[in-house]
């Protein structure tokens, strides 16, 4: 079935139940990818994947779900029985309510969608890949973490009010991990993962020069003191700490008590005035990019924190109704609907006279920490609590000279991080997450093993 | 429930399959394989959330599909879909015969049918009308946010149920066909506890497998107090200071560092990455003489308990450490092709959408005959790990995790509370200084991902001491 055929056999099968309010969305995607072992094929995947999530609003207008792979006829009436039942404990306190915004317009970019290279040459590029990065320093001694895959989706959302609204595209990903080897020492990992709307947007000798300089890098190596440092973040782990604390701008967290702000926290000032974050799910360098959410809201572009104060919340369509605000555009269909920003983007605002531009990661020759990239986020972030305990790959500056740090971790406070920028780079960095400049913060704590 | 309706030249769950399997399979065969895998799955899931005093979430699912794998020389093709036809699984079959680029097909397999039934599920199909319902499930788990209530600082509180039901059919050219039924239940309790500008949170979770009536066993209030208590405890605590110290790490979920930083390079995926420092130490030693340690399959209604692997093995007990000499790895199909290691019955995925790896059961830490008093009264100056958080292990073995609940030690004697710890270093080094083992080993259930995706799998350990360790903090 299409999605133009699914929509009416659910409007179908609704009739038939007499359930006269749903919505559901699905996504049909397919998959190829490759992996390679020392120039042999190790792995060819293929896969075809279909989910529906479908909702019910019985007659006291509370919500069921229920989520299929089977999108047969007979699947689709079942899981509207599922969801049906499942609405006798639909949620009383905070009723769900189509999107108000689910019937406007979209903003559908280019359609860069690419067709499929197949997985000969998939995995004829990734064979190459791993010979050159192998090739690139004989301390490299294997690519134990490697891949090459394309993916092609469909992205659907429907509603018995009318709304129905759909897009396609295909994404494409590269992953080299490199191990190296020198002997007495300990061996050291790192690599590199870039994206394309189809495998021939991807910069493959980029991500070979990445992977090898960063595991080169990182050969010689010692262990840091541990002591509070002047620390430079790189754009990706700037960007991997702001998501990890998204929460701060999260109204379903706030409302579920999860997150350091609160509903009256608009407003209040996290941080140097200098710095301003941005949600932008449809920016042009966001691969992933989606016109729309979970609830059918489409997608734009919102400001978090405008001059170091909080701006805006990210909402659903319940979480928006409980603010008296919009919808926008961050909802995830669920039974609880979830709330989670798309593509961040942090800048340097025009307020930027106290900062000490000094502080440059190319050319500053005073001490400090590079945190390259954050680790084990899942782990040593609490991020109702507000701290974090982060391993990292990094690097201890000195006099204009870098060494790379064995084993260590940076901890903190995300407010007192925040609080503590002390240089906002000009230049911005695309990486896969979003966008940012080098953030340069005082006085954090690391932990090593000297 | 398991049983779709289903069409003629289809799989039907519940029903004899082995004339169309064999038929896919000596399709396969008959284009060149070496070996061909179906494994087949039908699932019915459901969770229920409890928030403060009310139900906020309650999402079944349902699904079916198929994975297909296939073997030319050391090589593997895996195609997944979720079309149960003939026709959807012959392409399947295809697809991954042209991706391995098999175009010799004189040089045959010899596929001579599939054996008799292994049928692990008979006594398993009464289970879905056993299981609680979601009324029964909400009005306990209601009751559980309930006695989490105990004073006003305790801003959030969270119950949560999952119940998944998988029906599988394993089938392959070496003759396997079995079939069984998987339940896996699990609870959890969470709370933040907040007053002024301190805030602390508490977790637990408790999970079993093939025990339907387990949920309606479990102990919400003791669960209730656990969380309270430990919630309570950090509440105030200051940030540990950071060092090199002797550690005690609690039973039950402190086993989490073994199977995080030990379990998983025994896994024989990591000697086929050669990213695992025991990779040529097999009957050597690699930890004290005091530890040994086991990854098995088979204790009843442990979560990472199972009747049958996702290969069609049955789950066998591996003594993986025993005295601080590395004995065996823990392997699949695909490990013993490439790795030379014997199925251990370990080959385990989330679902069809993933090929089978190697992966770990219920993994622990044997134990010993010290009590927990005799491994805090040997340290004058270091740190208690009652509730370990999650962690990690990077590409090079060195890990790091989080410490949820911990104290410290004074003289022998646990003394004040302190939060923000981390535990960091690297396998083949703490494995070493592990140097007594309590006489308390308790397990407890975990989600572990990795390469097949996130299965259920239970840690633990007894109480142990671990000499000298990197302690993250402030």
Known sequence: MNSKEITAQISKAADFLNLKKWDYGASFTNDYSVQVDKGEAKQLKASQKQILTLRVWNESNLVGITTTSDISESGIKKALNLANIASDFGNKNERTEFSPLSKDPIEIKDAKKRNPVGIKKLLTILREAEVKLLESHESIKSVPYNGLSESFYERVYANSDGAFRSYSKSQAALYLYARAEEKNKKPRSSGSVKLGYGVEDIDIDSCINDASNKTISHLNYSSIKTDKYLICFSPESFLTIINAFSSMFNARSILDGVSLSNKNSIGEKLSTEALNIYDDGLHEKNISSSPFDGEGTPTKRLCLINKGKIENFIHSESTARIFKTKPTGHAGLGSKVSVSPDWIVVEKSDENSDLKISLDHSTYEGEFVYIEELNAIHAGVRASQGSFSLPFDGWLYKKGKKISIESATVAGDIKYLLKNIVNIESSQEVTTSGISPHIWVDELSITGDA | ?474
């Open chain 2, 1 to 474: 429930m398991l049983s779709s309706q289903i069409k003629s030249n289809e799989i039907v769950f519940g029903s004899c399959n082995k004339d169309l399997l064999e038929e896919i399979i000596f399709y396969g065969i008959g284009l060149g394989a070496d070996f061909v895998e179906i494994f087949i799955e039908n699932t019915d899931n459901s969770s229920v959330l409890a928030e403060e005093d009310f139900i906020t979430s309650v999402s079944p699912s349902f699904g079916k599909g198929a994975g297909i794998r296939i073997f030319k020389e050391k090589k593997d093709g895996f195609v997944s879909t979720n079309d149960l036809t003939k026709h959807g699984l012959m392409r399947s079959v295809s697809q991954a015969i042209e991706m391995l680029d098999i175009t010799d097909n004189k040089k045959r397999e010899v596929f001579n049918g599939l054996n008799n039934h292994r049928d692990y599920s008979l006594s398993k199909k009464k289970w879905i009308n056993e299981v609680p319902s979601i009324h029964e499930i909400s009005e306990k788990l209601l009751v559980s946010t309930k006695s989490l209530k105990k004073n006003n600082k305790i801003i959030t509180r969270k119950g949560s149920y999952s119940r998944n039901l998988q029906e599988v059919i394993i089938a392959s050219s070496d003759g396997t066909y079995a079939s069984d039924i998987r339940l896996h239940q699990t609870v959890g309790l969470n709370v933040i506890a907040s007053d002024a500008q301190y805030r602390s949170s508490g977790s637990r979770r408790f999970g079993s497998s093939g025990m339907p009536n387990e949920f309606r066993l479990w102990d919400h209030e003791k669960a209730a107090n656990d969380v309270f208590e430990s919630s309570m405890n950090m509440l105030y605590a200051d940030y540990v200071d950071a060092g090199q110290m002797p550690v005690v790490l609690a039973n039950k979920f402190g086993g989490v560092i073994f199977h995080e930083a030990c379990g998983h390079l025994l896994e024989t995926t990591q000697i086929e990455r050669g990213t695992t420092p025991f990779e040529n130490k097999l009957n050597e030693k690699i930890a004290h003489e005091s530890v040994t340690a086991i990854d098995e399959g088979i204790s009843e209604g442990s979560f990472g308990s199972l009747s049958v692997d996702d290969e069609g093995m049955e789950p066998e007990k591996s003594v993986l450490i025993k005295d601080g000499i590395l004995k065996k790895f823990i392997s699949d199909r695909a490990g013993e092709l490439r790795t030379g290691h014997k199925r251990t019955g370990s080959g385990r995925r989330q679902n069809y959408s993933f090929a089978a790896a190697s992966r770990m059961r219920n993994t622990y830490i044997a134990k010993g005959e010290h009590s927990k008093e005799d491994l805090i009264n040997s340290i004058s100056d270091g740190l208690y790990c009652k509730s370990m958080g999650g962690g990690s292990v990077g590409a090079t073995g060195q890990f790091n995790f989080a410490v949820e609940e911990g104290y410290l030690i004074k003289n022998g004697k646990l003394t004040s509370p302190v939060k923000g710890a981390t535990l960091i270093g690297e396998a083949k080094e703490v494995m070493p200084k592990i140097s007594m083992c309590g006489n308390d080993l308790e397990l407890a259930p975990g989600f572990c991902g990795s390469i097949s995706g996130s299965v259920n799998v239970t840690v633990g350990q007894p109480h142990i001491k671990v000499d000298s360790i990197t302690v993250g903090g402030r």
